[in-house]
């Protein structure tokens, strides 16, 4: 029996890292898609410890053609993905007034142009197996644009539109897209040594997330979630 591939666009040490390696163990070749080799060699080496696959694709979300030139590689090497997981993000906190307009435009295309670039990647291949999952992390800035948050607001505002219309689109045709929206810090190594003395417990677990995401890709078709929030239990909203 060929072995199931699936796709993380946005991988680092953290989210990413988890996402994939909760796949590789229930059996997926997963390739791993970023613009650092460097950070996708070493979640593959961690992956490959565990006794998973995967292979590194460096890849800029922010370019059609680099994306559409990744998953010609994905499909070369395992074929194509029966699940994608959209994990790019550009966070930027900075006043309207100062945000430059290249600045915003980067922006706006890490947290969602490179989604619709992917998108188009991959759903022919789904939409003709009849089934696939497509899963998007957001944040709360895509619910709640708050001050000096205009650049990062702005794409996650339209990525969580885009998740929306391509539930709408292709949940008939049996493809489940889920948007996560992410209310907190993910507790990873960078977010510790910038606040060694906050309490893990005001974080988000990476593994803890991962979890929800193949909970996700579980789900049997009558009862699909389209969008759901993670928090710290200690967080306010």
Same mark, same amino acid.
């Given at each position: 029996m060929p072995q199931r591939a699936a796709a993380v666009l946005g991988v680092g040490p953290g989210l990413g890292t988890a996402v994939a390696g909760r796949f590789a163990r229930e059996g997926y070749a997963v390739a791993l898609m970023a613009r650092r080799e460097e950070v996708l060699e070493a979640s593959k080496s961690e992956i490959e410890r565990s006794g998973?696959?995967? !292979? #590194?694709?460096? &890849? =800029? @979300? &922010?370019?059609?053609?680099?994306?559409?030139?990744?998953?010609?590689?994905?499909?070369? $090497?395992?074929?194509?993905? $029966?699940?994608?997981?959209?994990?790019?993000? /550009?966070? +930027?906190? $900075?006043?309207?007034?100062?945000? &430059?307009?290249?600045?915003?435009?980067?922006?706006?295309? !890490?947290?969602?142009? *490179?989604?619709?670039?992917? @998108?188009?990647?991959?759903?022919?291949?789904?939409? $003709?197996?009849?089934?696939? %999952?497509?899963? !998007? &992390? *957001? /944040? %709360? /800035?895509? !619910?709640? *644009?708050? @001050?000096?948050? #205009?650049?990062?607001? %702005? *794409?996650?505002?339209?990525?969580? @539109?885009? #998740?929306?219309?391509?539930?709408?689109?292709?949940?008939?045709?049996?493809? +489940?897209?889920? +948007?996560?929206?992410?209310?907190?810090?993910? =507790? %990873?190594q960078k977010s510790r040594d910038r606040r060694p003395d906050r309490d893990p417990q005001e974080m988000l677990s990476p593994d803890s997330i991962a979890e929800t995401y193949w909970q996700l890709h579980l789900q049997h078709p009558s009862a699909w979630t389209l969008e759901l929030d993670l928090r710290p239990s200690v967080e306010s909203f």
């Open positions: 998973g696959k995967a !292979i #590194s694709v460096p &890849t =800029d @979300a &922010t370019s059609p053609g680099s994306v559409a030139g990744s998953f010609r590689q994905v499909r070369s $090497e395992i074929g194509d993905p $029966e699940v994608f997981v959209y994990n790019a993000g /550009a966070f +930027h906190m $900075e006043g309207l007034l100062d945000v &430059t307009p290249e600045r915003f435009e980067e922006c706006f295309r !890490i947290n969602c142009a *490179g989604a619709f670039y992917a @998108a188009q990647q991959v759903l022919p291949a789904m939409v $003709e197996a009849g089934r696939g %999952t497509f899963l !998007i &992390t *957001g /944040a %709360t /800035a895509g !619910i709640r *644009g708050s @001050a000096k948050f #205009s650049a990062f607001a %702005t *794409g996650k505002f339209a990525l969580r @539109a885009l #998740s929306q219309s391509m539930a709408r689109e292709f949940g008939p045709q049996g493809i +489940h897209v889920a +948007h996560v929206v992410v209310d907190g810090q993910i =507790d %990873t």
